[in-house]
């Protein structure tokens, strides 16, 4: 029978507006040389140590072709095994994971970083359109979420004040979360007083500009045991893309993501989501995310979300809390945010979430996605 | 018919230009911030050293590559003078890709080994393909005003005799 494939240690940068005294590897180094110490693991070929590098990260993000360049003398490639995965980091994790259940690797370090501080975010995410047919509309993930956030608060009644209630949910959950970038204590009014960006999207609706680093090792299931206290298991995992061109879907939807949660379920035996997870760690750049993106997964039926939240379910302390973290709401970078929220559904699993732990969590759900209104969906469920 | 006009017709083949180049705020880190100081301040190239294999870094970096350990603060001056071990001549224009400038056109590009031991890329000031074969040693030349951009603020390496 095939091993599982166990997270033996994570670490994560604080989340800050303006990195302005690191470059990228010093970035990632701080999240890297923390589970090399952690685990004691050193760079080999020989199968005695870490077998092999995934990296995450974006070239547009980072102003060069193979971005992983950037990274190389402090992620230990230098004359190994690497691999760089683009978008989202959850699809590092995932592609990592497939590597060992491939039977050939055993241990893999897995970074990714982002500094959103050094680019022109709209201007990178507008490079994401068609070139020549599409770019000249002037459209960002900012205006495309607007659009989407406008769709989906139509078609399924979701309000302007449940959009603010993840809000306040998320950046007060980030005041006991040490690492989190932007902590608030803020009102519903607070957030329908903030600045119009795109409308319906106010400036508290979306995440602050954030730089940040995250870095894991994955094992297979008979070294995990040797390496990790409290190995976290990958029970399942999925992606799945929808179409670049938005007017070829609805956006009051989201297909991609019901058939990545989908796959990522079966694979971990997961019948009722609401039974038998009990944290998710969920990517939303923006308010309405959290809501659309928990429809998708399962929660609720369509356009139930808003009230699910009222309800208090997925507050701390009811039955499936919601971004213990603070998500990216509270500031994480694009890119490195899937992989930020693996990395806390780890902590959560192993009890070691400090102030911010949730109540006997046994499996946890982790979602990252990118793309404009969340093109790549993907889900992994965690068990400890 | 109309049909077989339609059919003659040639399709509309286009170029479609985008001119404005992407913006971008790179951070040197610390160590990179230090070869940047050090060139514009003092004409000087400085690096830092790996405190297990005892190697150079070039650039001077915050974590050895072939160690995967944390290098540290063990600075150290660079040579300016080297010698030339492989060099081409770019007959096609090129550009500074931050500033815009065109680089002058013809010229030679050296891969020079420093007498410190560091393998350098940089501009050959002789010109001359014929003279080129035999330039051997060379020096740095640095601009009378730097722009603080490290490796750039070095004009060239001219030929010495020793």
Redesign the interface.
């Known amino acids: 029978m095939t091993e599982r494939v166990g997270i033996v240690a994570v670490a994560q940068t604080k989340y800050s507006p303006n990195r302005a005294d690191a470059n990228e590897g010093e970035l990632v180094y701080e999240a890297v040389r923390q589970v090399l110490q952690e685990t004691g693991l050193k760079f080999a070929q020989d199968g005695s140590g870490i077998d092999a590098t995934v990296t995450c990260s974006q070239d547009f993000w980072d102003g060069r072709t193979i971005s992983s360049c950037n990274v190389m003398s402090y992620v230990g490639h230098h004359h190994s095994d690497e691999d760089k995965v683009a978008e989202d980091s959850l699809n590092a994790v995932y592609t990592a994971f497939a590597r060992i259940l491939s039977g050939h690797q055993d241990v893999i370090l897995v970074a990714t970083h982002c500094k959103e501080s050094q680019g022109d975010k709209r201007g990178i995410e507008n490079a994401a359109m068609d070139p020549i047919f599409l770019r000249v509309l002037g459209l960002d993930f900012l205006s495309a979420a607007a659009l989407q956030a406008r769709r989906y608060m139509y078609k399924y009644g979701i309000t302007p004040e449940q959009c603010a209630r993840v809000v306040v949910k998320n950046r007060g959950n980030a005041k006991r979360n040490p690492l989190a970038q932007e902590p608030m204590e803020i009102t519903v009014e607070d957030v329908l007083g903030s600045q119009v960006l795109a409308s319906p999207i106010r400036q508290l609706d979306s995440k602050p500009t954030s730089d940040g680093a995250c870095a894991m090792i994955l094992a297979r299931e008979g070294k995990a045991k040797k390496l990790a206290r409290k190995p976290i298991w990958i029970l399942g995992a999925s992606n799945c893309y929808e179409t670049n061109y938005l007017g070829d879907r609805d956006l009051a939807e989201c297909d991609a993501l019901v058939t990545a949660a989908k796959k990522a379920y079966k694979m971990a035996g997961i019948k009722d989501v609401m039974n038998q997870v009990n944290v998710a760690e969920i990517s939303e750049e923006y308010s309405y995310q959290e809501l659309l993106w928990m429809e998708g997964l399962g929660f609720c039926q369509r356009g139930e979300a808003g009230r699910l939240l009222d309800s208090g379910v997925t507050q701390m302390g009811g039955q499936l809390p919601v971004n213990p973290s603070g998500g990216m709401l509270a500031g994480n970078p694009t890119v490195v945010a899937g992989m930020a929220r693996a990395a806390e559904a780890v902590l959560q699993l192993r009890g070691e979430a400090g102030e911010h732990q949730a109540e006997g969590a046994k499996k946890a759900l982790v979602h990252g996605f990118t793309g404009a209104c969340g093109q790549l969906q993907g889900v992994m469920i965690l068990g400890n | 018919m109309t049909t077989e006009k339609t059919a003659e017709k040639k399709p509309e083949y286009l170029k479609?230009e985008?001119a404005r180049p992407?913006?971008?705020?790179?951070?040197?880190?610390?160590?990179?911030g230090k070869l940047y100081k050090e060139a514009l301040e003092k004409k000087k190239l400085v690096t830092n050293r790996c405190p297990k294999c005892k190697q150079l870094m070039w650039p001077p970096?915050?974590?050895?590559?072939?160690c995967?350990v944390?290098t540290g603060e063990d600075w150290v001056e660079m040579s300016d003078t080297g010698t030339v071990v492989q060099y081409t001549y770019l007959v096609f224009p090129l550009w500074d890709p931050h500033y815009g400038d065109r680089l002058a056109n013809p010229y030679p590009t050296a891969t020079i080994k420093l007498d410190n031991g560091v393998f350098l890329v940089h501009f050959l000031e002789e010109k001359d393909p014929e003279k080129l074969k035999k330039v051997k040693r060379v020096q740095a030349v640095w601009k009378e005003e730097g722009r603080g951009r490290g490796l750039a603020d070095i004009l060239c390496f001219r030929t010495i005799e020793e």
Not at chain 2, 22 to 32: A, I, M
């Open positions: 479609v985008i992407r913006s971008y705020k790179w951070s040197s880190g610390k160590y990179l970096m915050a974590v050895c590559g072939r995967n944390a």
